[in-house]
């Protein structure tokens, strides 16, 4: 069992590297945006953002070292697929958006917009991605408490987070005609309204 925590713990370093890289894609993308004509956009939700992923991961470390959590093989592989699967859908947005990718929402309207991918589907792919990995990583190791909370407040988050970033792709009338009328966050498996036109976010980055 201690070699199983130990794996878990490695595996959280590895995923905080992981953030760290993103977090230098992002910038790279913010200067370039910024100097494009992009600008921030008022988001008072990213502090607490950045907060919870720190919190979700130190917290799973934690629980499992301290409260001795058991490994269910079963549940680890199950947590560990969907937690794969997050992370492909993740840099699956992360290639489709290239430079216009940032974990902050800037203002950069004008751009063409990104018309394949996941946004042919839905408004937030990433948001989705983010929240499924942040539920199924602490599960890997059976971190419930971590994974329980860390999800209420991912909800409250992600609550102001969308509504900031709505607020800026809205006002734009070409990302308002081409995907306002998409889900944020399911597909719609019975419709045709996502075949033809569709787009990501004309020049802002979308979590």
């Known amino acids: 069992m201690e070699l199983t925590r130990i794996a878990f713990l490695v595996l959280l ?23 494009r004509g992009g600008r921030p956009a008022t ?3 990213f502090r607490w953002m950045v907060l919870l992923h720190i919190g ?3 917290g799973a470390g934690a629980e499992v070292w301290f409260l001795r959590r058991p490994f269910l093989p079963a549940l680890a592989i199950a947590m560990g697929i969907l937690f794969l699967a997050a992370n492909a859908l993740r840099w699956w947005v992360i290639v489709m958006l ?13 751009m063409d917009p990104v018309t394949s991918g996941p946004y ?3 408004r937030h792919p990433n948001y989705v991605a983010v929240f499924v990995e942040m539920l199924c990583l602490p599960l890997i190791h ?7 909370l860390g999800s209420l407040a991912h909800l ?13 792709l809205l006002a734009d009338p070409g990302y308002r005609r081409r995907m306002g009328a998409k889900p944020r966050f399911l597909p719609r498996l019975f419709s045709g309204s996502t075949t033809g036109k569709s787009s990501a976010i004309p020049g802002s980055p979308v979590r």
């Open 13 to 35: 370093a590895l995923v905080s590297v992981l953030r760290l890289v993103e977090l230098r894609i992002s910038r790279r993308n913010r200067r370039h945006l910024l100097g």
């Open 43 to 45: 988001d008072p939700s």
């Open 56 to 58: 979700v991961l130190v």
């Open 98 to 110: 290239g430079q216009r990718w940032s974990v902050e929402v800037i203002n950069a309207s004008g």
């Open 120 to 122: 042919r589907f839905i």
């Open 142 to 148: 059976t971190a419930w408490l971590t994974a329980g």
């Open 156 to 168: 409250l988050v992600l609550r102001s987070r969308v509504r900031a970033e709505d607020a800026v």
